[in-house]
Every structure is written in C-alpha cells, then in structure tokens.
C-alpha cells in the first residue's frame, strides 16, 4: 500500500497541515474548495490544487473529498469541532473509513505511530487516496504546522 495523494478542503489548519505534508513528501495533493476558493480567513491560495464546488458552503466540498479518497483523518485537539463532526457523519453514512486524531492525547511522534498503524490496516493494490480534515487555525493556534509534521513522519513509509 502506498499514499498517491492526499486532499483536502484547504482551510487554514489541519486541511492546510495536510496540504504542506503532501508537498513536503513529494506527493500530489488535491482536493475540492467552495465556490470562490473561500476560507474563513479570505481566500484559498492558488498554489493549492484545489477543484472548486459549484456551491460556497463547506458541507459541499466535505462530502466530495469524502467521496472522492480511500481514508480520511481528522485533527482537533480536544472534542472534535462542528466541521469535524461533520465529516466523520459523512464518512460514515458513506461507509468510508476514518480515523479520529485527538492532538491532547499524545506527543507528536506517539500520534505518527498511531497513524502508521491505522494505515497499516488499510492494505490496497494501488494507491490510497488520503483526504485530511480537522480544525481551523483560528480555533486551534499551531495545528496547521502540528498535522503537517505528524503526517510527514507517519506517512513516510506509504511513499511510493
């Protein structure tokens, strides 16, 4: 099994972390964004491959990254946020598996491991999809740069 990309909604935060971690390790990255490339803190930087949604409400772009990766992990610290909330809803009632990063409970190289070993349990002939959602920056000061360090360790091994 090996990581071919990672997606995200681009929002500042763990989608952005995500974002970073892909091309830190050389991988594509992609993803769906709303209309106008909107963010809660202005716009989403063109630098990021994002496919915008006909629709500027984030629930949109949640469900098609959802739809279009294999695996999604989600960031917060603490109890996951309503967007967070969301997107597992979404992942399960479309049957995608997920995995819940609570960034209180361990140290980063404790959280690596943990998703090293989830991965692990996601065995595929081709490529894994891997969509990254979480927390804004704005309410979680330090996760953008957090996931993305987490996910470079974690992911390494998944480079093809």
Do not use: C
């Amino acid at each position: 099994m090996f990581i071919s990309k990672i997606i995200s909604g681009g929002q500042t935060g763990a989608d952005r972390g995500g974002l970073e971690a892909a091309a830190a390790l050389g991988l594509p990255h992609g993803g769906w964004g709303p209309k106008g490339r909107k963010r809660g803190e202005g716009l989403i930087p063109a630098a990021y491959a994002l496919v915008e949604t006909k629709s500027s409400d984030y629930p949109e772009r949640t469900k098609r990254n959802i739809e279009e990766s294999d695996l999604t992990i989600v960031f917060a610290t603490g109890r996951p946020g309503r967007g967070s909330k969301l997107t597992m809803d979404i992942a399960t009632r479309k049957g995608k598996p997920f995995l819940f990063v609570d960034l209180s409970t361990g140290e980063n190289a404790q959280l690596s491991r943990e998703i090293t070993s989830w991965l692990e349990k996601y065995p595929a002939e081709g490529g894994i999809v891997l969509n990254i959602a979480g927390s804004r920056e704005s309410g979680d000061p330090g996760i953008q740069s957090r996931v993305e360090g987490i996910l470079i360790t974690a992911l390494e091994k998944f480079i093809e």
